[in-house]
């Protein structure tokens, strides 16, 4: 069964301190590995797709990064407005097209 | 380009009652999925539509069902509901090749009281 673990599940940084985000996985078959954002009472926006190790992706001020193992996203120089919580999720080839999600980190950036 | 939508966006029901979420996908796209977001679950697959027949479905009871039209809305049905159903119902579309990207919806808050 596929599994995916955020660290830390939350997370306050100042603005512009940079930081990153944690994604481990367990899955059979990499099919792809999702990076979202979700605002309160929002559906879960999409950042990035990464589909093998060594692949990285970056949208403004985030930058995302995949190993066999885990994923990172990483945020430099954070602003209030990208505060949010981010979720991964991984499609294995055992499982359909289903997404397996991690729990998530919530970020605050305090101005 | 319009995005997922879903309807209604909040709901109050009452122990024992039914109820139907509906998902209108993104023009184009040809599966949609479903996810049911809890606090002390996060986010978990309720089933895939493609082409009006379910794909997969994940461990959740059979009071969960779904369909897909021929226009690949799609809609999701409670039945019996009880205290634990009261949920964020997260609607996703894709295209529909196998790593597509799924883009969500808004979702429906669900309460039951």
């Known amino acids: 069964e596929d599994q995916v673990t955020q660290s830390p599940e939350a997370l306050r940084l100042q603005e512009g301190e940079s930081s990153s985000l944690n994604c481990s996985y367990t899955?059979?078959?990499?099919?792809?590995l999702f990076w979202y954002r979700q605002d309160p009472g929002k559906g879960p926006e999409f950042l990035f797709t990464l589909y093998s190790a060594g692949e990285e992706k970056e949208k403004e001020r985030l930058k995302a990064t995949l190993t066999k193992k885990e994923s990172f996203l990483h945020i430099t120089a954070p602003k209030p407005e990208d505060s949010a919580t981010y979720l991964c999720a991984v499609q294995g080839g055992a499982a359909g097209n289903k997404l397996t999600f991690g729990g998530g980190t919530r970020v605050l950036v305090k101005p | 380009k319009a995005g997922v939508t879903q309807t209604p966006r909040y709901l109050i029901k009452t122990r024992g009652q039914q109820v139907t979420l509906s998902c209108s996908p993104i023009s184009g796209h040809r599966s949609v999925s479903w996810y049911q977001q809890t606090p002390g679950q996060g986010l978990q697959f309720l089933f895939e539509y493609f082409s009006e027949t379910q794909r997969n479905k994940g461990n959740f009871p059979g009071r969960f069902s779904g369909r897909q039209f021929s226009n690949s809305r799609s809609e999701m049905n409670v039945s019996t509901l009880e205290l634990g159903d009261s949920a964020l119902y997260l609607c996703a579309s894709r295209k529909q090749g196998a790593t597509d990207t799924q883009y969500f919806g808004p979702g429906t808050r669900l309460t039951v009281l």
């Open positions: 899955v059979s078959g990499l099919r792809g």
